[in-house]
């Protein structure tokens, strides 16, 4: 994998915009740099040429010689500032030494030689690097011409400490708008990924079988345009899956007929051939076999119709449902099987009226799987306790046994459809029970817990919203 495509998207916008913006932020400082040294330079030889012209005022043609009028003021006032003082000589040329210090450095031999004309180079005087003007003037006389060279020295510390100046002056404020534009561009890059950002929390904060279409009809079209590639991605699915769940209820309930059929066909059976062979005990436990496998597809078939009723495609209206007279009423048609397998099941705690928000099919379903399941795993002569409690604003049926109880390693996995784990051996289920019970919690926003129940057993706890 690439390092970009590791990078997130905020990042690489960053990069690419801020990157490009401080490469322009140091080339403005070269040129800036660059700039002020030239006007230094200009300012400083412009200083240079007036003091080698003055200079060269003082010195005067006088027959065949010079005249040098250099009275001590004028010497001082030169060499006044001993931080940042003037070099000069006078010579004529080719190295007659008339005036001055020695040491200012030669001129170039590529230097012009027009007379009145300054000429400017740079040199090294006494281990510092200094700036020099040089000026050529005409002496003598017509039949005896001669040229005087005035040179004019000052250290560049002056140049250098102008150009500095101008830099710093130049560039704290580029430095302070770079900054600014900056902090504009984080923000502007905050806020055109804020439509992405809101994207990914509407996929992120729904459930994994919530199939709805994202609403993004704010965002840009960019963004928009990816909302409608993954509508149409969740519009296959939900179709995918919507047409499994017909198969599967129309499977169930085209079954439902044929199964029941069957069931009936076998206890006619069995009773027909009680009274023609009273003691064939062989063929009456193979008859009851095929009856208990009927009973059990018909439980798995009402099951399979229970979880498609459950899913959350299936379109259902919601009334105001009494859970306690819910709860009562399911008790009450369980009793026949909890009698049948010799287990107490009892109402505990339940209010005279506790209304929810819901569907009273679905609510009706999922008790009555909870209960079911408590009696079918629970051995002969277990106590089955059915409790609703008013907690507020929360509502809260709980089932609990004493029976063998499930596993802390398997309280995850029973809610998946089809596994029974440790319980195989035990009752008739089919693994659907808890996973119904599931399907049905999530479509009521509601909460399924499970918890020991002390000494012994387990304790299954549904949290509603009251109405």
Not at 416 to 425: A, L, P, V
Request: some cysteine.
């Amino acid at each position: 994998m690439s390092r970009a495509a590791t990078l997130s998207l905020r990042r690489q916008l960053l990069i690419w915009l801020l990157l490009p913006q401080l490469v322009l932020w140091l080339t403005a400082a070269f040129i800036t740099y660059s700039v002020a040294l030239r006007y230094a330079n200009e300012v400083i030889d412009r200083s240079l040429a007036g003091s080698s012209r003055a200079l060269a005022r003082l010195v005067k043609p006088l027959g065949e010689g010079l005249y040098i009028d250099f009275p001590r003021a004028a010497r001082e006032i030169l060499e006044e500032d001993p931080s940042d003082r003037l070099y000069y000589t006078v010579s004529t040329p080719p190295g007659a030494f008339i005036l001055g210090e020695k040491a200012v450095p030669a001129a170039p031999a590529s230097l012009g030689r027009a007379y009145n004309q300054p000429y400017f180079y740079d040199g090294v005087m006494n281990g510092k690097a200094v700036r020099v003007a040089a000026l050529y003037l005409p002496v003598g006389s017509a039949k005896h011409p001669q040229a005087m060279l005035v040179q004019v020295a000052k250290s560049t510390a002056l140049r250098t400490q102008l150009a500095r100046e101008i830099f710093v002056d130049t560039v704290l404020p580029l430095s302070i708008l770079l900054i600014l534009t900056s902090l504009l561009v984080w923000m502007g890059i905050s806020r055109g990924l804020m439509p992405l950002r809101h994207l990914r929390n509407l996929v992120e904060n729904r459930s994994s079988r919530d199939l709805a279409l994202l609403e993004v009809e704010d965002a840009p079209e960019e963004v928009r345009a990816l909302a409608r590639a993954i509508n149409g991605l969740l519009g296959e699915v939900n179709a995918q899956v919507a047409n499994q769940r017909r198969f599967i209820a129309d499977a169930a309930h085209q079954l439902r007929t044929p199964l029941a059929g069957l069931k009936s066909q076998t206890e006619l059976a069995r009773g027909e051939l009680s009274q023609v062979v009273p003691d064939h005990t062989e063929l009456n436990q193979r008859l009851g076999l095929v009856e208990t496998s009927v009973a059990r597809a018909i439980r798995l078939v009402n099951q399979l119709l229970a979880l498609a009723r459950a899913e959350p495609e299936a379109q259902l209206p919601y009334v105001s449902v009494d859970l306690a007279r819910l709860a009562r009423d399911v008790a009450m048609e369980a009793v026949p099987h909890a009698l049948a397998k010799h287990i107490d099941l009892g109402l505990d705690s339940v209010p005279s009226q506790l209304t929810v928000s819901g569907h009273e099919a679905l609510l009706r379903e999922l008790l009555s799987n909870l209960i079911d399941n408590a009696i079918q795993y629970c051995p002969a002569g277990s106590r089955v306790d059915i409790n609703v409690f008013d907690e507020g604003a929360v509502a809260t049926v709980q089932i609990a046994d004493n029976g063998p109880g499930i596993p802390l390693q398997e309280r995850d996995l029973v809610f998946e459809r089809f596994y029974r784990g440790r319980m195989e051996g035990q009752g008739k289920g089919c693994g659907l029970g808890l996973a119904i019970v599931q399907e049905i919690a999530r479509r009521h926003h509601a909460e399924v817990k499970l918890a020991d129940n002390t000494p012994q057993g387990v304790k299954v706890s549904v949290h509603f919203r009251l109405a």
